[in-house]
């Protein structure tokens, strides 16, 4: 079973690979007529050595750990819009790697790191919740929501990837602790921050706390209507708020969210049907609320108020509100995070959150 590692987050940049420890040895030079003798036998013995170590390795190579890279091969690719795409990936050799998995999902929000092997660079990237668990058998792969930075090295190499391509990955990384006494959440996500949303609703839903629902709320902005295509608000918007967290924003007219009469499954992104099948599986516990900069609506005090007044009257016992997002996302709504000694910290709340002034609530940015 792999140790999980809670330890603040370093900043994901170059990896150091570890090479394997040559060993050199002198030998007095034998005589010309026995050198192929040697040779032969020397070569035999390194390929023996070689098909032994490998058959050993070979299992435990593609077996997640925090510590070194195992390897996973990709095995399909789903687009959900012009730059997101989810990806499915599988160990590249028998490995049980269920446990592991499990651990993570019991202590929180959790991501691993993909490495880019030319540049020897990593980044981190959230597994999406397992859809097979509903059949009461957790699965050997993994899936991830991988949006296409146009500049970006690692999200861009991983979109040219090919199925059955091998991937390298270390982890599990856990975020951010979900205790067993949170029942309630409010998540504030924007873009791909919809993956650790999706990971805290199921990890928070699927645990019974004596009789208890527990409850979840999430805001989900997205710049684009494709990102979220068919998504339809529980909340249903009035006017539009002043602000956008996003500063570069043009003020296009307010283009309304489609009704529900005019959507259906068909037409609904990847993450919008598993938000749906989420609400249908946990009638009452979760709600989505979308937010579309090209649409003119944007996430609000006034939204995030209603979803912690909410949560309070149903009296949870522990209350987090989880931000994952860009940076700017994250610094509009909870204040920017910090970096001391190599380390990320979670730095004070500011934003839009400082605002409410709330108390008895864990606040943590992603
Ligand atoms: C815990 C965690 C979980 C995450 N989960 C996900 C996830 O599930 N899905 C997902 O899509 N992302 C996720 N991310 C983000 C992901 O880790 C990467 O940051 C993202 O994919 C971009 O990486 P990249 O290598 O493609 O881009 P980078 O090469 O890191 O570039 C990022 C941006 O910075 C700009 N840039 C780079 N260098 C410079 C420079 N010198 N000067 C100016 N600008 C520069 C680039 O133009 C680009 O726009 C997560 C991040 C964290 C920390």
Redesign the pocket.
């Known amino acids: 079973m792999s140790v999980l590692c809670p330890c603040p987050?370093w900043k994901?940049a170059s990896v150091s690979i570890p090479t394997a420890a040559r060993r050199y040895s002198s030998v007095a030079a034998p005589p010309k007529r026995r050198v192929w003798v040697r040779l032969a036998a020397v070569t035999l013995a390194a390929a023996g050595i070689g098909a032994y170590v490998r058959s050993r390795q070979e299992p435990l190579d593609a077996h997640l750990n925090p510590v070194s890279f195992a390897r996973y091969k990709l095995i399909s690719r789903e687009p959900v819009s012009s730059t997101n795409t989810i990806f499915t990936v599988e160990p590249a050799s028998p490995a049980d790697n269920r446990e592991t998995y499990e651990l993570a999902w019991q202590t929180g929000v959790w991501?691993v790191m993909f490495k880019q092997p030319q540049l020897q660079i990593g980044?981190?990237?959230?597994p999406l919740p397992p859809r097979e668990e509903r059949d009461g058998a957790q699965t050997e792969s993994l899936r991830?929501?991988?949006?296409r930075?146009p500049?970006?090295?690692?999200?861009?190499y991983l979109h040219r990837l090919q199925e059955g391509s091998r991937i390298e990955m270390r982890g599990p990384q856990v975020?951010c602790e979900i205790s067993p006494e949170v029942n309630g959440i409010l998540f504030i996500a924007g873009g791909?921050g919809i993956?650790p949303a999706l990971q805290a609703a199921y990890i928070m839903l699927r645990r019974t706390i004596q009789g208890k629902s527990p409850k979840i709320h999430i805001l989900w902005a997205n710049r684009k209507r494709e990102d979220c295509a068919g998504g339809i608000s529980d909340t249903p918007k009035t006017a539009p708020p002043k602000s956008s967290w996003w500063p570069f924003r043009s003020s296009p007219a307010r283009v309304p969210e489609p009704s529900s009469s005019l959507t259906s499954s068909v037409n609904q992104g990847a993450i919008v049907r598993e938000l749906h099948e989420l609400k249908a599986r946990y009638p009452g516990q979760i709600t989505v609320d979308y937010f579309v900069d090209e649409e003119n609506t944007f996430i609000s005090t006034k939204e995030i108020k209603a979803c912690i007044e909410s949560i309070q009257s149903s009296s949870a016992d522990k209350k987090m509100i989880i931000v994952s997002g860009p940076e700017g996302f994250i610094n509009y709504m909870a204040g920017p995070k910090i970096w001391a000694h190599g380390y990320e910290l979670q730095g004070p709340v500011k934003g839009i959150i400082q605002q409410l002034g709330l108390k008895e609530w864990e606040i943590w940015k992603?």
Do not use: M, P
């Not at 980044?123 to 959230?126: E, G, K, M, N």
């Open positions: 987050r994901s991501s980044r981190d990237y959230t991830f929501l991988i949006r930075d500049h970006g090295e690692v999200s861009r975020e791909t993956a992603l």
